[in-house]
């Protein structure tokens, strides 16, 4: 192999050199022995005898003869050294490789700064530094190997404070995002409520027959259909602080609020385009009332006008203070088929009821009913019999048994 070949003559040449130096070292003892003025003689540039030249050939010659017969096991032993070196490091992880060889570089750093104290000592000051270095370098290696865990934690600052940049950063972009998203909403929602009203606007509007709206009633979405088809007639008055928290509700940081402030602002505008009413706004507010549930029933009082919402709690305080109200709850309660005792009617049981036995089934509209002896046939159709039904502000509830 050529790196056989580069070895043996480097191990070669090394040798001759050392041999050489050596017998030169050697030469006065040689030049005592032998008397003969010439060979004592300087020659040459060199400035050396002819005995210290000749003694260099010498052990040059006979130091390359060595190196050349002993090279073969030294390339041997080199071999079996590296493979061992290998597997050595072939066990280590990488980071323990890389921690030595840090710890090895430092070692030797501070090996060579105590050095130079100690080379001017006689005799052993050539020697020290080396020990130094043996010693320094492997206790840096052995250090930075076992205590790397511990090392690694004092400079944990550097990452941490990058990721905190990076976070610093992100969170920046994101709240820019943020406050993008809120100014488009903000002026789709204004868009939406300016598409949504008339051209005209009153102060204090009167001399028509008003229904207005509330928030729930304009979110719920039926209205638009009711509108659709004819059944409801006038004017519809929308206040200006009821679109106020309309448009609030469709800037809210929550999603699902967020989605139900645009759903009211399209049925709006649904109303407006889709259907045969006439939509007004009014900027009539009330700033000694906060609740708009407050305003919209001083308003009704003040125009003479009919509530319409799905709320409880507000067809309640307003029929209390004298307000018409049109629920459209009550509206779709009232619209549902009814059924009469005897009457026949095929159902899926799709869950147990409250009692035991009972099973409960729902019609198309939402209506439930609940199906004496039902457990039995839970996840079947089956034909039953109304036995009774019952009327509640929440809707219609039918009680029946199976058919026999």
Same mark, same amino acid.
């Given at each position: 192999m050529?790196?056989?070949?580069?070895?043996?003559? /480097?191990?070669?040449?090394?040798?001759?050199?050392?041999?050489g130096? /050596?017998?030169e070292?050697?030469?006065?003892?040689?030049?005592?022995?032998?008397?003969?003025?010439?060979?004592?003689?300087?020659?040459?540039?060199?400035?050396?005898?002819?005995?210290?030249?000749?003694?260099?050939?010498?052990?040059?010659i006979?130091g390359g003869?060595?190196?050349?017969?002993?090279?073969? %096991?030294?390339?041997?032993?080199?071999?079996?050294?590296?493979?061992?070196?290998e597997?050595?490091?072939?066990?280590?992880p990488?980071?323990? $490789?890389?921690?030595?060889?840090i710890?090895?570089?430092i070692g030797?750093?501070?090996?060579?700064?105590?050095?130079?104290?100690?080379?001017?000592?006689?005799v $052993?000051?050539?020697?020290?530094p080396?020990?130094?270095?043996? +010693?320094?370098? %492997?206790l840096?290696? %052995?250090?930075?190997?076992?205590?790397?865990?511990?090392?690694?934690?004092?400079?944990?600052?550097?990452?941490? *404070?990058?990721?905190?940049?990076?976070?610093?950063?992100?969170?920046?972009?994101?709240?820019?995002?943020?406050?993008?998203?809120?100014?488009t909403?903000?002026?789709?929602?204004?868009?939406?409520?300016?598409?949504?009203?008339? &051209?005209?606007?009153?102060?204090?509007?009167?001399?028509?027959?008003?229904?207005?709206?509330? *928030?729930? +009633?304009?979110?719920?979405?039926?209205?638009?259909?009711?509108?659709?088809?004819?059944?409801?007639?006038?004017t519809?008055?929308?206040p200006v602080?009821?679109?106020?928290?309309? &448009?609030?509700?469709?800037?809210?940081?929550?999603?699902?609020?967020?989605?139900?402030?645009?759903?009211? /602002?399209?049925?709006?505008q649904?109303?407006? *385009?889709d259907?045969?009413?006439? +939509?007004?706004?009014?900027?009539?507010?009330?700033?000694d009332?906060?609740?708009?549930?407050?305003?919209?029933?001083?308003?009704? &009082?003040?125009?003479?006008?009919?509530?319409?919402?799905?709320?409880?709690?507000?067809?309640?305080?307003?029929?209390?203070?004298?307000?018409?109200?049109?629920?459209i709850?009550? /509206?779709?309660?009232?619209?549902?088929?009814?059924?009469?005792?005897?009457?026949?009617?095929?159902?899926? +049981?799709?869950?147990?009821?409250?009692?035991?036995?009972?099973?409960?089934? %729902?019609?198309?509209?939402g209506?439930?009913?609940?199906?004496?002896?039902?457990?039995?046939?839970?996840?079947?159709?089956?034909?039953?019999?109304?036995?009774?039904a019952?009327?509640?502000?929440?809707?219609?509830?039918?009680?029946?048994?199976?058919?026999?």
């Amino acid at each position: 192999m050529i790196l056989d070949r580069v070895l043996r003559f /480097l191990i070669t040449a090394f040798l001759a050199i050392a041999g050489g130096a /050596l017998f030169e070292l050697a030469s006065p003892l040689f030049a005592l022995i032998i008397s003969t003025e010439i060979l004592k003689m300087e020659m040459g540039i060199f400035k050396i005898t002819l005995v210290s030249f000749v003694c260099i050939v010498v052990g040059a010659i006979i130091g390359g003869l060595i190196g050349w017969f002993v090279s073969s %096991y030294l390339i041997g032993k080199l071999k079996t050294f590296a493979v061992w070196v290998e597997q050595q490091l072939a066990k280590m992880p990488i980071h323990d $490789v890389i921690a030595g060889a840090i710890g090895l570089a430092i070692g030797l750093i501070i090996a060579n700064l105590f050095s130079s104290a100690f080379a001017r000592i006689p005799v $052993v000051g050539d020697y020290i530094p080396v020990v130094i270095s043996i +010693v320094l370098g %492997y206790l840096g290696i %052995y250090i930075t190997i076992h205590k790397r865990t511990e090392l690694t934690a004092l400079f944990d600052f550097i990452p941490k *404070t990058i990721r905190e940049a990076v976070k610093a950063r992100e969170a920046k972009q994101q709240a820019v995002e943020a406050a993008k998203a809120a100014e488009t909403a903000k002026a789709a929602a204004a868009a939406a409520v300016a598409a949504a009203t008339t &051209q005209t606007e009153t102060d204090v509007p009167g001399g028509a027959s008003y229904k207005l709206l509330d *928030t729930s +009633v304009i979110i719920d979405g039926r209205i638009a259909d009711i509108c659709d088809t004819g059944f409801l007639e006038g004017t519809l008055l929308i206040p200006v602080f009821v679109l106020e928290e309309l &448009q609030h509700i469709a800037d809210s940081a929550d999603a699902l609020k967020r989605t139900r402030g645009r759903r009211g /602002l399209d049925i709006l505008q649904r109303i407006r *385009t889709d259907s045969r009413m006439t +939509v007004e706004v009014t900027n009539k507010d009330y700033d000694d009332i906060a609740e708009v549930d407050s305003k919209l029933v001083r308003l009704a &009082q003040d125009v003479g006008g009919k509530v319409v919402t799905n709320d409880f709690n507000l067809n309640k305080v307003a029929r209390l203070r004298g307000v018409e109200v049109l629920n459209i709850n009550e /509206l779709s309660n009232a619209v549902k088929p009814v059924v009469i005792p005897g009457e026949s009617m095929t159902v899926t +049981v799709v869950k147990n009821g409250k009692e035991p036995g009972q099973g409960v089934a %729902y019609l198309d509209d939402g209506t439930m009913i609940v199906i004496e002896n039902g457990h039995r046939h839970l996840g079947s159709t089956i034909d039953v019999e109304v036995t009774s039904a019952l009327q509640t502000a929440a809707g219609r509830m039918i009680f029946a048994k199976p058919k026999a």
